[in-house]
């Protein structure tokens, strides 16, 4: 008797575990039609990952930009929140994930918009407002900060190696196991675990010798040199092979993207100041996105 306990309760828990599952499948929303024009057009002027796709491609890109819209909340807080923010920000999410068809963000359920740099208890104002972008933990959970400039600089600045919403995407990703330390279980084949590993120990001793041009700040400890070369991987490919060849061809079948390969063209549609701004608040260009162009 006592040797069937232990069975059921086992068998009770995976029932649980996949009634659970199917709510979460069903609860999951897929888009039912193409993204807007205007949509498409501020990728294309905002993003030079999706600049660089072939037709194909970019109806994929859009795709899970659509899926991630309608599965994740975007708020700003103390601060608005238009369609070119939510654009972006679904573009950091799919951007490291381009390559898995299946992958979803299902531990992600929102993302707040800060108006400026935050401290670590989450606070605007007062001292030591230096983070960027934070992963939630614990009570913070499932959810998401970013400062909304440090957004809109990472994908403004196509040659620094920065992107700070794609940089917390890709702690997400190395989250997916359970642990954030560098080693994203889900993406890399076991056989190349080790030698990533000892690679991530080689970089940072060359980051501490000043004999790198990785962000020093990726020598904080693995999970940050991850994060900070995926940046580097997804910004600047090309300069990363040059010069660390051995870390781009990991980092290439980490996310199953050879990135040196792509052409990133630079914006190549130019928007008539008095036209509609499209990010669709309504102004016209020289008044809203491009006001900084035609003060």
């Known amino acids: 008797m006592n040797v069937w306990i232990p069975i059921s309760s086992i068998l009770l828990i995976l029932f649980l575990v996949l009634i659970w599952i199917r709510k979460s499948y069903a609860r999951w929303k897929s888009p039912q039609a193409p993204l807007a024009p205007d949509q498409q057009r501020i990728l294309e002027n905002e993003v030079a990952f999706y600049r660089s796709l072939s037709e194909k491609e970019k109806e994929k890109f859009e795709y899970k930009v659509q899926e991630f819209l309608l599965n994740c909340r975007i708020t700003g807080i103390e601060t608005e929140v238009n369609v070119r923010d939510k654009l972006l920000v679904a573009s950091s999410a799919v951007i490291p994930i381009f390559a898995f068809d299946n992958w979803r963000y299902t531990d992600l359920h929102e993302v707040l918009l800060y108006p400026r ?15 960027m972008g934070m992963v939630g933990n614990g009570y913070m959970n499932g959810v998401m900060i970013l400062s909304k400039p440090a957004l809109e600089k990472g994908f403004k600045n196509e040659t620094d190696k920065k992107n700070t919403a794609v940089h917390e995407f890709v702690h997400l990703i190395d989250k997916k196991d359970g642990s954030v330390d560098g080693v994203p279980a889900v993406l890399l084949e076991k056989q190349y675990s080790i030698p990533w590993i000892d690679l991530i120990r080689q970089k940072i001793d060359e980051i501490y010798a000043g004999k790198s041009g990785i962000n020093p ?29 051995e870390l781009y061809d990991l980092l290439k079948k ?30 016209k260009f020289k008044d809203c996105c491009g006001s900084k162009h035609y003060q």
């Open 117 to 131: 740099r935050f401290n670590t208890d989450f606070e605007t104002q007062g001292a030591e407002r230096r983070v």
């Open 254 to 283: 980490i996310f199953k993207q050879d990135m040196a390969r792509r052409n990133f063209r630079k914006k190549s549609s130019q928007l008539h100041p008095n036209k509609p701004c499209p990010c669709q608040s309504g102004k």
């Open 217 to 245: 700040y990726g020598a904080t400890n693995r999970a940050e040199f991850f994060a900070v070369v995926s940046e580097y991987f997804f910004e600047r490919p090309r300069l990363l092979k040059k010069h660390h060849p």
